[in-house]
């Protein structure tokens, strides 16, 4: 009975229009009536402890990273230097795409901001090289999902808070994944590309190769500072965070001199902005995670699953079967904020490893920006290439579908991810 309350409401109130975080809070208020436990008071303090994490000030100065990123002359130096390494081969077009989202998302964290800066560079130049409008735009949105797998990783920063899991391990675990994507991205584009013939961009001398590696690596340098310094203990993933929005200042202001003292107030205002929509949905979405503790949901739904918790493979191909049909109509933070008190409980009744639980579920979600109809991603890919939505979405499913290969094998291959996470740790 309460878990049909719990979802009827939560449903329900979606359907009618209602953002989010209210539905989040209205189903928790139904859950508070049927438990017989109403009091504004627990509202309010769920609501304080939900946003009242050190570790979620992460995600605010990795947001303000990637519009100093952005602002500050950064993203086009990885796109030239990208471009002279790659621009000349067969298809090289597409690999720049792939190869720089790789390295956008060790700046940024967000699949719609590398999105947005990749396809107003790149899809212009590649349909002016004969390439399919279609087929380009699809290939940056399904690139742009690389940022939330790879760190530093606005997602798996909620994921961690939510879960009480490592946000550093969830970091290390997803850097072969995040690479395998760009890998399995690359494939795809090669097949699709192998017949097709294209007004070649011309090979750019050693030198010319050497001058934008030097312009970029700046640039290049910030991911590596992240993740050695959080791998070898220097700092944490909010220390992190703050040194990349100083770093990025710093590159932008005075080696670049591209971000100037007038730019500062509105970029702070953007990030600000942005942060406080996932802040909201965190503190909101922590109302109903208590009355779902307190309920008993994830109970309800173990005995539901009963017979696949002594196989950990088919209980996890069950979640992430559940996991894709949501991420088709709710957004990746929300959906991360509802279903992870639920699963939590019931991943660790099974013995499977939290972080190793995490890196799929972060990546099954990501997958979602992808899907009709409320792919976030979709419609910044169709903004800034021009294109309908049913074009984009003709454009986006081999790699679509790449994805979702390369998932079902890190779900039957857990070494695949544990490996790596193992090896980095130590």
């Known amino acids: 009975m309460t878990l049909a309350v719990f979802v009827g409401s939560l449903l329900g109130a979606m359907a009618l229009g209602m953002p989010i975080a209210f539905a989040l809070l209205l189903s928790g208020v139904a859950l508070m009536y049927l438990l017989g436990m109403f009091d504004t008071q627990v509202i309010v303090q769920s609501m304080i402890g939900g946003a009242d994490s050190i570790s979620l000030t992460a995600i605010l100065f990795f947001i303000l990273t990637g519009e100093l990123m952005n602002a500050g002359g950064i993203s086009k130096r990885i796109v030239d230097f990208v471009m002279s390494l790659v621009g000349h081969i067969?298809?090289?077009?597409?690999?720049?795409?792939?190869?720089?989202?790789?390295?956008?998302?060790?700046?940024?964290?967000?699949?719609?901001?590398?999105?947005?800066?990749?396809?107003?560079?790149?899809?212009?130049?590649?349909?002016?090289?004969?390439?399919?409008?279609?087929?380009?735009?699809?290939?940056?949105?399904?690139?742009?999902?690389?940022?939330?797998?790879?760190?530093?990783?606005?997602?798996?920063?909620?994921?961690?808070?939510?879960?009480?899991?490592?946000?550093?391990?969830?970091?290390?675990?997803?850097?072969?994944?995040?690479?395998?994507?760009?890998a399995v991205l690359a494939a795809t584009w090669w097949f699709l590309m192998r017949n097709k013939k294209f007004e070649p961009v011309p090979r750019k001398p050693l030198k010319e190769v050497l001058q934008a590696g030097v312009r970029a690596i700046w640039a290049l340098l910030l991911p590596v500072i992240i993740i050695v310094g959080m791998r070898g203990g220097v700092f944490t993933p909010t220390e992190a965070a703050v040194v990349a929005v100083f770093y990025a200042l710093f590159v932008g202001m005075v080696v670049y001199r591209e971000l100037k003292?007038?730019?500062?107030?509105?970029?702070?205002?953007?990030?600000?902005?942005?942060?406080?929509?996932?802040?909201?949905?965190?503190?909101?979405?922590?109302?109903?995670?208590?009355?779902?503790?307190?309920?008993?949901?994830?109970?309800?739904?173990?005995?539901?699953?009963?017979?696949?918790?002594?196989?950990?493979?088919?209980?996890?191909?069950?979640?992430?079967?559940?996991?894709?049909l949501v991420g088709t109509a709710v957004d990746l933070t929300p959906t991360i904020l509802i279903m992870?008190?639920?699963?939590?409980?019931?991943?660790?009744d099974a013995g499977i490893d939290p972080v190793?639980?995490?890196?799929?579920?972060?990546?099954?979600?990501?997958?979602?920006?992808?899907?009709?109809?409320?792919?976030?991603?979709?419609?910044?890919?169709?903004?800034?290439?021009?294109?309908?939505?049913?074009?984009?979405?003709?454009?986006?499913?081999?790699?679509?579908?790449?994805?979702?290969?390369?998932?079902?094998?890190?779900?039957?291959?857990?070494?695949?991810?544990?490996?790596?996470?193992?090896?980095?740790s130590k």
Not at 116 to 122: E, N
Not at 340 to 348: A, D, E, G, R
Request: glycine residues 8%.
């Open 90 to 182: 067969k298809g090289g077009l597409g690999y720049v795409v792939i190869i720089a989202s790789v390295l956008f998302a060790g700046l940024s964290g967000s699949a719609v901001a590398d999105t947005a800066a990749l396809g107003a560079i790149l899809i212009p130049m590649m349909v002016r090289s004969g390439y399919n409008r279609e087929q380009s735009t699809g290939l940056v949105a399904a690139s742009g999902i690389i940022a939330p797998v790879i760190p530093p990783s606005i997602p798996m920063i909620v994921f961690g808070v939510t879960a009480n899991v490592s946000i550093t391990k969830l970091f290390l675990g997803g850097i072969v994944p995040g690479l395998l994507m760009a």
């Open 261 to 324: 003292i007038p730019h500062l107030y509105h970029l702070f205002a953007s990030a600000a902005k942005t942060t406080s929509i996932v802040m909201f949905l965190a503190a909101a979405a922590m109302v109903s995670a208590w009355f779902i503790t307190v309920a008993n949901i994830p109970g309800e739904i173990t005995s539901l699953l009963g017979p696949l918790m002594e196989s950990p493979i088919l209980l996890l191909l069950m979640i992430n079967f559940l996991v894709f």
């Open 340 to 348: 992870t008190p639920v699963l939590m409980p019931i991943v660790i």
């Open 356 to 424: 190793y639980f995490g890196i799929l579920f972060i990546f099954n979600n990501v997958i979602g920006l992808l899907t009709p109809p409320v792919g976030s991603v979709l419609n910044v890919a169709c903004s800034v290439g021009h294109t309908t939505m049913q074009g984009v979405i003709r454009g986006v499913w081999p790699f679509l579908l790449a994805h979702c290969i390369l998932l079902l094998l890190l779900t039957l291959f857990p070494q695949m991810v544990l490996l790596p996470i193992e090896l980095l």
